[in-house]
């Protein structure tokens, strides 16, 4: 994964286990998952009004 190994990701946690706290990890968590969703969103959005485009110049 990413040439990452399991000792570099559990190093990784630790580091932001001690920098943000076991409190505020699921917020990061949280917000880290509405970041992904809604960048695929956006990434798909312009695959899906592209044939809307396409028929409105046929029409005109």
């Known amino acids: 994964m ?3 190994g399991m000792q570099e990701l559990i190093v990784i946690l630790i580091i932001v ?3 943000f706290g076991a409190g505020k990890l699921p917020e990061i968590g949280s917000g880290l998952g509405k970041a992904i969703k809604n960048f695929k969103g956006a990434a798909s959005e312009p695959e899906k009004k592209e044939p809307e485009k396409i028929e ?4 005109s």
């Open 17 to 19: 286990l001690i920098i």
């Open 2 to 4: 990413f040439g990452i």
């Open 56 to 59: 409105e110049g046929k029409k």
